[in-house]
């Protein structure tokens, strides 16, 4: 099968990059819900745990219970609340503080203008109330950016709205509240970082989706896709390669099969447009479930080396192509 190569520097670089900007490590969250964006749960867990990280976010308890060792708090965005000692669970509506397990650390999501999940800023004293009286532990309020990755002044307004909630939730006497809202897009864009933790995905991975004028932080691509050789033929001119024959020899050439399809989760894309490889073959014909075809006798390929070059492609974003790689891919740390 193919194999993800972790660059362990490059993810250090971006993690020491987005320290610079919040001043510290200690307020750095790692976000690694989805299999860490496809770079694979347990190794970027340990990884940045040896970097100082202390803080982490996942989607689901059974991502949490595979990392718990190596943090101090897990923030899990998306799950049935329980209480735990290390693990924060987010508030999503009033229903789910009716519906959480008495003692829980709770974080309030506030919905400052995205529309998705949290509780509406005119619910904001109801679910402080309810939160008291259902005994659970309020441990941090925050709020998510919609448009942090686009040039306009969305991002000011929502964060002023956040400003707003902040002086809301001390007015009504909690303290030991962490407030956070930034994403990667929001940090790497800020100026005067002044909150107690970031909540950082792709930056950490190595892309920054901004526009240009933005794009001060240089960030280093971490992980890598390889294919392996399966077979090499030499098809003479005119001989059409994989299903419907897309692909037709302009005159003799050696081919290879590599063990990488669109059931490891790579795009099968469009075969008239073929995706250009990191070491600049285009795949010849169509993408089968598990092989690819290229123009080359190596016995290992590398096929991306920066998932946004292959978002750009693929017309989608670098979270997309990354997370898309199955979890079954075997990952090697270098
Ligand atoms: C996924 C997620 C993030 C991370 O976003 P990036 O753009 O990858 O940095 C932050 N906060 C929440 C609530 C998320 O769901």
Known sequence: M??????KQNFYHNL????LKTGSVDKIAIVL???AYGHGLEYMAKLASEFGIKHAVVR?????????????????????????????????SLDDISRAQKGAKVELKVDTGMHRNGIALDELEEALR?????????????????????????LFWQQKRFEGVKKHVKNAGFTNVRFHSCN??????????NEDLVRVGIGAYGYDELPLPFDEVLLKPVLALYAKKIATRVLKKGERVGYGGDFT????MTVSTYDLGYG????????????ITAENLPILGRVSMDFITLESDKEEVCVMNDAQNAAKQFGTISYEVTTALSAAIAKEVN
């Open 2 to 7: 193919a194999i993800i190569k972790i660059n």
């Open 16 to 19: 020491n990059q987005i320290a």
């Open 33 to 35: 819900k989805d299999n």
């Open 60 to 92: 689901k308890i059974s991502e949490a219970e595979q990392i718990t060792s190596f943090f101090d708090t897990i923030l899990v965005l998306g799950d049935t609340i329980t209480q735990h000692d290390k693990y924060f669970f987010a508030i999503n």
């Open 130 to 154: 309810s939160i008291k009286e259902q005994g659970l532990d309020l441990v941090g309020v925050m709020t998510h950016f919609r448009s942090a990755d686009e040039l306009s002044s969305e």
């Open 184 to 193: 990667s897009a929001a940090i790497l864009r800020m100026k005067h970082f």
């Open 249 to 252: 020899a302009p005159k003799e």
């Open 264 to 275: 490891d989760g790579w795009r099968r894309g469009d075969s008239t447009r073929p995706f």
